[in-house]
C-alpha cells in the first residue's frame, strides 16, 4: 500500500510530463464532470498538491481535481493520443500536445471552486502533509501534545490521517523504531527528550523516504538511503541493540518491533 512519500514521487511524475503545459484535451468519465471538459483545454495545471493519499491537480482557471486513490486508483504517464492496453476503467484523461496523464479505477473524484476546496470534508478532516516541507518539527509536537491525541497510543496515532497525512504502516514501524519507543506508548507520557526525537522522526523518515527510496548504494552524493530497519525483519537481529525483531498485528495492520530496545 502506498504511502505518502510513494504518493508524491507519483504526483512529482505527473507534474514532469504535464505541468505549465496548455491540455489539449480533458476527458472524464463521469456525467458530472463533463461539463468542465471544454472548461480546460487551454489551461494549464500549476501544480499538483498530495494531502496524504488524495492528489489536488490545480488549473490556472482556478478550478482544483479532487481524486483519492482509494484502495485500486493508479495515475500513469503515456504519450499524447496513446490508449494503454489494460483492464484497469479510465476515470480522467488530462492532456498536452505530447504527454497525457490518465487516472485509473478511482471513484472519489471531485472538481473544486476554491471555496469548495477550502470547505471540503475530507480536507477539513485530514492533518497537515508529512511531505508538505513548511510543516516544521515544532508544529508536529503541539500536535502530539494537543488535548486530541496526547492520550492517543501510537499503534492507532501514526495511522490517523487527521494526525498526519501521509504516514501508514510501514513508516509508523520505522518512526517508531528510530526513537525507541512501543506501540502502546502515548505522547502524554514521554520526556521532552523523547517528544523532540519523536517530533524530528516523523517528519525526517518520510521525507528520506521520498527523496532515496529506490536508489540501490549510497554514496557521498546521496548520503544515507532510507531502509528498513525492523519492518518485515521478524527474526533477524536489531541493527541497534542485537536483539530478535518481532512481528504482531496492531490496529490491523502488521507490526514489527524490538522487545529489547522498545520496551
Not at 22 to 33: D, K, Q, S
Not at 107 to 128: C, K, N, W, Y
Not at 137 to 163: H, I, P, W
Request: some cysteine; charged content about 25%; glycine content about 6%.
Amino acid at each position: 500500500m502506498p504511502e505518502g512519500p510513494e504518493i508524491r514521487r507519483a504526483a512529482d511524475s505527473l507534474e514532469a510530463a504535464v505541468k505549465g503545459k496548455p491540455l489539449a484535451r480533458a476527458w472524464f468519465a463521469f456525467p458530472e464532470l463533463k461539463a468542465f471538459e471544454s472548461q480546460l483545454v487551454g489551461e494549464r495545471i500549476t501544480h499538483i498538491e498530495t494531502r496524504g493519499k488524495a492528489l489536488l491537480t490545480h488549473f490556472s482557471n482556478n478550478l482544483t481535481l479532487y481524486s483519492h486513490n482509494q484502495l485500486y486508483g493508479v495515475w500513469r504517464v503515456v504519450k499524447a493520443d496513446e490508449e494503454p492496453q489494460t483492464t484497469r476503467i479510465l476515470r480522467v484523461r488530462l492532456q498536452t500536445v505530447d504527454k497525457a496523464i490518465l487516472l485509473y479505477s478511482a471513484s472519489d473524484i471531485e472538481m473544486l471552486t476554491p471555496e469548495q476546496l477550502l470547505a471540503h470534508p475530507f480536507l477539513q478532516r485530514v492533518g497537515p502533509d508529512v511531505l508538505d516541507m513548511c510543516l516544521t518539527a515544532n508544529e508536529v509536537k503541539t500536535r502530539l501534545l494537543s488535548a486530541k491525541f496526547r492520550n492517543r497510543q501510537f499503534s492507532g496515532l501514526l495511522l490517523d490521517q487527521a494526525f498526519l497525512a501521509g504516514l501508514g504502516n510501514y513508516l509508523r514501524v520505522e518512526i517508531l523504531w528510530e526513537v525507541g519507543l512501543a506501540a502502546q506508548h502515548k505522547a502524554s507520557q514521554l520526556t521532552d527528550e523523547q517528544l523532540e526525537a519523536l517530533s524530528h522522526a516523523l517528519l525526517d523518515i518520510p521525507r528520506l523516504s521520498y527523496n532515496t527510496r529506490g536508489r540501490v548504494a549510497e554514496n557521498k552524493h546521496h548520503g544515507a538511503l532510507f531502509r528498513f530497519k525492523v519492518f518485515h525483519r521478524a527474526g533477524k537481529k536489531c541493527e541497534r541493540c542485537g536483539g530478535i525483531i518481532e512481528k504482531t498485528t496492531l490496529s490491523s495492520r502488521p507490526f514489527y518491533w524490538c522487545p529489547n530496545c522498545q520496551k
